[in-house]
């Protein structure tokens, strides 16, 4: 146990020494600026309009720009998250395998779970990071320019939220990637599409409670406040049922992720990964 | 130390190995095919990276699939390129040293003494990316000996070696042998493995055609029928003199100096053209043949197995 422990880091101490590539730290650098952009852009625009503005006019203005701001941090925010988890978790096997290193990292004792658990934790962590920088600067811009009530419970709130959807996220994008060799990242898309999109938002359906976008959602309602916007939460509520305590969503991803990783480390060790050369 | 029983691998409706029986002791072993032959999907058969279709496998007593704790006495050393450019040659070693569940520290020493048998310690901390492809064979050797193995497995290792890379790589490969450690040696030219003295495992459409000694293989070459061409001033005095010394099944005359002859015993004739040639005072200025080495014996040994010739070693 101790040695796949030690395989486990190695891999994915490797992997971010990997990571440290011009092109690969312009990638990161570019996710995790995109929010702030976005954000600026919002902002901007917002305080161009209210110099336009009557006195009473930009006061009934200043609380709504506040909310479109919180609202957008947390789309773009999550957008660059799956964006880098599709990158990172997604291609685990097949680059491997179209790099043609699998035959040296599979003869190892223990070499294929720790190539897929040492990769989802480098994923992880490389993600987690991205975010970070993403919604710190964004929660300081909502602060300096536009006066933010208690930004450190938001940026808290959205650490927790995207600790967890970094985690949860990479363990199922992982999995995807040792089942599909060949196009995993559109397989991966097509979960997002089809999972995380169209079934998270069907009213009042409870297959909606099996996607990771649900709890965190629910997650977000309760740490960082109400934020949806064109409804209230008492017709969310309507529609989708009543709130749980955050302890059962934390849970129920802990269970999404150790399942994916679970089926993922079954599969990668029961599966034949030939590279074509072989064949 | 590996025994196979019957076993076969299907990749869908192609044949990797069919029906191979075989069972390996401890010693050198050279695995000779030509490209597509089978000798990688054997490996991975061995190692446990593929499940056999029929049959069993059995690594140190144990089937090797899902057991990859017997791995720690194995060292593989694929023929597929490392592709790791930015990556330096100690840190490639040392992670992969690591994958054998070594910590950082001891894994790193282990890499650099391994480096160090393969004499590349001196270009260990450039990026491979700058490695000739002989310091690439050298660094895969050095991953798969660092965690120092009882079998060390190399697939097709003088890929792509120039003359000295491919002495320096016999010289190390002979001198693992002679360490008392196992060593299978997989290869498509026979002379590279010969140089190693293994018994040879002879591979051909995932079958396994033969097996014996060097002396044996020598022996089957010696055997198959060759066609050599000579060209020489005086062709048909040459040629009435080895009818009448050697066993020559035909003769062919492409111009009045070039001819060509096929003959069972060419080590017959190879033996007794320098004494001919200096007796008669004949002038012989080429001598070749098309067939190489390795392509006859693969020839000779197919139809053996088709029954056209009689068995000259144990299949």
Redesign the interface.
Known sequence: M???I??IF??C??EL??SM?FQRTAVSIVLSLFPPTMLGLLIFGSIVARSRMGEAEAATFGPGVQEISKVLTILMVALITLLSLLLWATPNVSSELE???W??????????I?VFLGKYLASFLITFFIATIAYSICVLLCSRLLGLYQPERLWFSMAGIYFLASAVYAAVFSLIGTIFIKRALVFAAGYVIGSEIILASLPGALINKFTIRFHLQELGIQWIGWFLPGSTEAEFRDVFGPSWPPWIHVGILFTIASLALAIGSWVI??R????S??? | MIELEQVTKLYKTVIGVNEITLSLGEGTYGLLGPNGSGKTTLINLILGQLQPTLGSVKLFGLNPWRKSKLLRQVGLCPAMEVTYPRVTGLDWVTYMTQMHGFSFSTAEKMAKEALEKVSLTYAMNRPMRNYSLGMRQRAKIAQAISHDPKLLILDEPFNGLDPVGRFEMTEFLKGWAIGGKSLILASHILHEVEAVNPSFLLISGGRLLASGSPTEVRQILADSPYTLHIQCSEAKKLVSILIEQCDIESVKFSSDTKFEIATRKASEIFDILPTLIESHGLSVSEISSTDDSLKTLFSTLMKMHRGEMNRGIGV
């Open positions: 101790k040695s796949l030690n395989s190695a891999t101490g490797f020494r990997r590539t790099g043609k290193s035959s040296f990292l599979a003869s190892r004792p223990g070499g294929r720790s060790v029961s034949e990964y030939v590279i050369d072989e064949a």
